[in-house]
Protein backbone atom coordinates (compact mmCIF):
# COMPACT_ATOMS: atom_id res chain seq x y z
CA UNK A 1 0.00 0.00 0.00
CA UNK A 2 2.68 2.28 0.52
CA UNK A 3 4.66 1.59 -2.39
CA UNK A 4 1.61 2.25 -4.84
CA UNK A 5 1.34 5.71 -2.74
CA UNK A 6 4.60 6.66 -3.04
CA UNK A 7 4.00 5.96 -6.84
CA UNK A 8 0.93 7.83 -7.03
CA UNK A 9 2.41 11.12 -5.51
CA UNK A 10 5.56 10.85 -7.80
CA UNK A 11 2.80 10.95 -10.85
CA UNK A 12 0.72 13.73 -9.11
CA UNK A 13 3.25 16.39 -7.89
CA UNK A 14 5.25 16.88 -11.04
CA UNK A 15 1.99 17.04 -13.03
CA UNK A 16 0.47 19.76 -9.89
CA UNK A 17 3.48 21.91 -10.69
CA UNK A 18 3.47 21.72 -14.51
CA UNK A 19 -0.01 22.84 -14.34
CA UNK A 20 0.64 26.09 -12.68
CA UNK A 21 4.21 26.92 -11.56
CA UNK A 22 6.85 25.58 -12.98
CA UNK A 23 10.52 27.22 -11.77
CA UNK A 24 13.32 26.11 -13.94
CA UNK A 25 16.91 26.96 -15.45
CA UNK A 26 16.44 30.57 -14.59
CA UNK A 27 12.56 31.02 -15.51
CA UNK A 28 9.34 30.96 -13.99
CA UNK A 29 6.45 29.41 -15.62
CA UNK A 30 2.96 29.94 -14.72
CA UNK A 31 0.23 27.99 -16.00
CA UNK A 32 -3.78 28.63 -16.67
CA UNK A 33 -6.58 27.84 -18.25
CA UNK A 34 -9.16 30.07 -20.05
CA UNK A 35 -12.66 29.85 -21.14
CA UNK A 36 -14.06 30.95 -24.71
CA UNK A 37 -14.13 34.81 -23.70
CA UNK A 38 -10.43 34.66 -22.56
CA UNK A 39 -11.01 34.69 -18.57
CA UNK A 40 -9.36 32.76 -16.28
CA UNK A 41 -11.17 29.43 -14.69
CA UNK A 42 -10.95 26.61 -12.78
CA UNK A 43 -10.11 22.77 -14.26
CA UNK A 44 -10.75 22.30 -17.96
CA UNK A 45 -14.63 21.30 -18.06
CA UNK A 46 -15.04 24.70 -20.17
CA UNK A 47 -11.78 25.52 -20.86
CA UNK A 48 -11.00 26.82 -24.32
CA UNK A 49 -7.57 27.52 -23.98
CA UNK A 50 -4.14 27.12 -21.98
CA UNK A 51 -2.38 30.24 -21.33
CA UNK A 52 1.60 29.14 -20.58
CA UNK A 53 3.34 32.75 -19.11
CA UNK A 54 7.30 32.90 -19.44
CA UNK A 55 9.27 34.67 -17.33
CA UNK A 56 13.28 35.26 -17.34
CA UNK A 57 14.45 35.71 -14.32
CA UNK A 58 16.11 38.88 -14.96
CA UNK A 59 13.18 40.54 -16.30
CA UNK A 60 10.65 41.42 -13.85
CA UNK A 61 6.87 41.79 -15.03
CA UNK A 62 8.08 41.17 -19.11
CA UNK A 63 6.47 37.31 -19.73
CA UNK A 64 6.33 35.74 -22.73
CA UNK A 65 2.65 34.61 -24.00
CA UNK A 66 1.94 31.73 -25.56
CA UNK A 67 -2.25 30.58 -25.34
CA UNK A 68 -3.40 27.57 -27.11
CA UNK A 69 -6.33 25.16 -28.19
CA UNK A 70 -7.30 22.73 -25.92
CA UNK A 71 -5.72 20.33 -28.39
CA UNK A 72 -2.55 21.89 -28.87
CA UNK A 73 -2.83 24.24 -31.34
CA UNK A 74 -1.58 27.77 -30.91
CA UNK A 75 -3.48 30.71 -30.76
CA UNK A 76 -1.81 33.51 -29.75
CA UNK A 77 1.55 34.56 -28.37
CA UNK A 78 3.34 37.38 -27.58
CA UNK A 79 4.61 39.74 -24.37
CA UNK A 80 3.09 40.63 -21.88
CA UNK A 81 3.61 42.10 -18.16
CA UNK A 82 1.92 40.28 -15.48
CA UNK A 83 1.51 41.64 -11.98
CA UNK A 84 -0.43 40.56 -9.39
CA UNK A 85 -2.62 38.50 -11.34
CA UNK A 86 -3.26 41.28 -14.35
CA UNK A 87 -2.29 40.73 -17.61
CA UNK A 88 -1.19 43.53 -19.92
CA UNK A 89 -0.31 43.05 -23.28
CA UNK A 90 2.71 44.72 -25.12
CA UNK A 91 4.63 44.53 -28.12
CA UNK A 92 3.19 42.31 -31.33
CA UNK A 93 0.43 40.16 -30.26
CA UNK A 94 -0.20 37.28 -33.16
CA UNK A 95 -3.51 35.01 -32.80
CA UNK A 96 -4.05 32.14 -34.98
CA UNK A 97 -7.22 29.84 -36.54
CA UNK A 98 -6.86 26.23 -35.63
CA UNK A 99 -5.41 25.14 -39.19
CA UNK A 100 -2.11 27.56 -38.04
CA UNK A 101 -3.42 30.72 -40.63
CA UNK A 102 -2.97 34.44 -38.97
CA UNK A 103 -6.35 35.49 -37.55
CA UNK A 104 -4.57 39.18 -36.58
CA UNK A 105 -1.46 40.86 -35.91
CA UNK A 106 -2.26 43.65 -32.87
CA UNK A 107 0.29 46.18 -31.43
CA UNK A 108 -0.35 46.96 -28.06
CA UNK A 109 1.31 49.51 -25.63
CA UNK A 110 0.32 49.67 -22.05
CA UNK A 111 -2.82 47.56 -22.96
CA UNK A 112 -4.02 49.13 -25.70
CA UNK A 113 -3.95 48.80 -29.59
CA UNK A 114 -0.84 51.27 -30.94
CA UNK A 115 0.17 52.16 -34.22
CA UNK A 116 -0.67 49.43 -37.04
CA UNK A 117 -2.59 46.47 -36.77
CA UNK A 118 -3.53 43.48 -39.44
CA UNK A 119 -6.85 41.53 -39.70
CA UNK A 120 -6.90 38.41 -41.86
CA UNK A 121 -9.70 36.28 -43.43
CA UNK A 122 -10.37 32.76 -42.89
CA UNK A 123 -8.72 32.05 -46.19
CA UNK A 124 -5.49 33.44 -45.08
CA UNK A 125 -5.69 36.91 -47.42
CA UNK A 126 -5.49 39.95 -45.50
CA UNK A 127 -8.53 41.53 -44.49
CA UNK A 128 -8.03 45.05 -43.70
CA UNK A 129 -5.20 47.15 -41.25
CA UNK A 130 -5.91 49.57 -38.35
CA UNK A 131 -3.96 52.48 -37.07
CA UNK A 132 -4.27 53.18 -33.60
CA UNK A 133 -2.40 55.98 -31.61
CA UNK A 134 -1.79 54.39 -28.48
CA UNK A 135 1.35 56.62 -28.41
CA UNK A 136 -0.28 59.52 -26.60
CA UNK A 137 1.71 60.83 -24.11
CA UNK A 138 -1.37 60.27 -21.71
CA UNK A 139 -2.66 57.56 -21.24
CA UNK A 140 -6.08 58.58 -20.75
CA UNK A 141 -5.87 60.36 -24.10
CA UNK A 142 -5.09 57.17 -25.82
CA UNK A 143 -9.06 55.40 -24.82
CA UNK A 144 -9.97 59.09 -26.66
CA UNK A 145 -8.30 58.27 -30.08
CA UNK A 146 -10.22 55.84 -31.79
CA UNK A 147 -8.80 53.40 -34.31
CA UNK A 148 -8.73 54.44 -38.17
CA UNK A 149 -9.42 51.78 -40.74
CA UNK A 150 -6.19 52.73 -43.16
CA UNK A 151 -6.74 49.85 -45.55
CA UNK A 152 -9.65 47.56 -46.44
CA UNK A 153 -9.37 44.05 -48.80
CA UNK A 154 -12.12 41.52 -50.03
CA UNK A 155 -11.70 38.44 -49.35
CA UNK A 156 -10.46 37.31 -53.22
CA UNK A 157 -8.15 40.64 -52.51
CA UNK A 158 -10.05 43.52 -54.04
CA UNK A 159 -8.60 46.54 -52.09
CA UNK A 160 -11.87 48.37 -51.35
CA UNK A 161 -10.15 51.44 -48.64
CA UNK A 162 -6.54 52.95 -49.59
CA UNK A 163 -4.82 55.59 -46.76
CA UNK A 164 -7.70 55.36 -44.96
CA UNK A 165 -10.45 56.36 -47.77
CA UNK A 166 -13.23 54.12 -49.90
CA UNK A 167 -16.79 52.33 -49.70
CA UNK A 168 -17.15 48.90 -48.11
CA UNK A 169 -20.00 46.35 -48.01
CA UNK A 170 -19.66 43.90 -45.44
CA UNK A 171 -21.63 40.87 -44.71
CA UNK A 172 -21.41 38.11 -41.15
CA UNK A 173 -22.29 34.67 -40.41
CA UNK A 174 -25.11 36.00 -39.32
CA UNK A 175 -26.23 37.01 -42.64
CA UNK A 176 -26.23 40.71 -41.74
CA UNK A 177 -24.77 43.47 -43.66
CA UNK A 178 -23.34 47.00 -43.53
CA UNK A 179 -22.14 49.43 -46.37
CA UNK A 180 -20.66 53.31 -46.56
CA UNK A 181 -17.78 55.16 -46.88
CA UNK A 182 -14.81 55.65 -45.30
CA UNK A 183 -12.91 59.32 -45.24
CA UNK A 184 -9.51 59.58 -43.78
CA UNK A 185 -10.17 56.04 -41.53
CA UNK A 186 -13.22 56.89 -40.16
CA UNK A 187 -16.89 56.05 -41.31
CA UNK A 188 -18.33 59.23 -42.82
CA UNK A 189 -21.92 59.95 -44.30
CA UNK A 190 -24.71 57.47 -44.82
CA UNK A 191 -24.31 53.88 -43.94
CA UNK A 192 -26.89 51.30 -43.42
CA UNK A 193 -27.18 47.67 -43.07
CA UNK A 194 -29.64 44.81 -40.96
CA UNK A 195 -29.16 43.05 -37.62
CA UNK A 196 -30.46 40.50 -35.94
CA UNK A 197 -30.12 38.14 -38.97
CA UNK A 198 -31.72 40.54 -41.10
CA UNK A 199 -34.91 40.97 -39.19
CA UNK A 200 -34.03 44.72 -39.11
CA UNK A 201 -32.82 47.51 -40.83
CA UNK A 202 -30.76 50.57 -40.09
CA UNK A 203 -29.45 54.01 -40.94
CA UNK A 204 -26.78 56.23 -39.86
CA UNK A 205 -25.12 58.93 -40.77
CA UNK A 206 -21.36 59.90 -39.77
CA UNK A 207 -19.20 63.23 -39.86
CA UNK A 208 -15.35 61.98 -39.45
CA UNK A 209 -16.47 58.83 -37.36
Not at 66 to 73: A, H, I
Not at 123 to 136: C, M, Q
Not at 149 to 177: A, F, P, R
Not at 179 to 201: C, I, M, P, V
Amino acid sequence: MRVFILRLLCWILPTFFTLFCVPAFGQTQTVMFLNKHGEKIKGTDSAAYIRTLTREEKRDTLYQLKEQYMTGEIYRIGTAFFNRGKLTLTGLITSYQKNGKKMCEEQYKQGVLNDTSRYYYKNGNIRSEVFASGGAENLQDIHKLPPRLMTYYDSVGNQLVKEGNGHIKTSNCCGDSSEGDYKDGYQEGLWQGTFFSGKYRYVESYSHG
